[in-house]
Nanobody
Framework: QVQLMESGGGLVQAGGSLRLSCVVSGRGFRSAEMRWYRQAPGKQRDLVATIGTHGITDYTEAVKGRFTISRDNSERTVYLQMNSLKPEDTAVYYC????????????????WGHGTQVTVSS
């Protein structure tokens, strides 16, 4: 049973910082592409940042230069460092793990955490 456990959310003033963590258990971590998504009230869940198995990163335009995604394979953890936070960053942040199919006949596997609330006050 693969489990993703997020932590680090909270209430912060605009301009502040938070660091989110997501620990993966139940399956190998090194082979997973890791992503952070967020979902604001009444809106769809949007991709925020991605880090591949070799550490290559990608960000949505709205967070470039402010957020940094990283991973520690020895700790089975992915991080999202969020600086210069804005009220529009307020959302529930979700961790997502993507595992490639182990065989030709298998399919890609997707796992989600339960989310952590980030609230940025103006």
């Amino acid at each position: 049973q693969v489990q993703l456990m997020e932590s680090g959310g909270g209430l912060v003033q605009a301009g502040g910082s938070l660091r989110l963590s997501c620990v993966v258990s139940g399956r190998g971590f090194r082979s997973a592409e890791m992503r952070w998504y967020r979902q604001a009230p009444g809106k769809q869940r949007d991709l925020v940042a991605t880090i591949g198995t070799h550490g290559i990163t990608d960000y949505t335009e709205a967070v470039k230069g402010r957020f940094t995604i990283s991973r520690d394979n020895s700790e089975r953890t992915v991080y999202l460092q969020m600086n210069s936070l804005k009220p529009e960053d307020t959302a529930v942040y979700y961790c997502n793990a993507i595992y490639p199919p182990p065989t030709v006949e298998a399919t890609t596997s997707y796992y989600w955490g339960h989310g952590t609330q980030v609230t940025v006050s103006s």
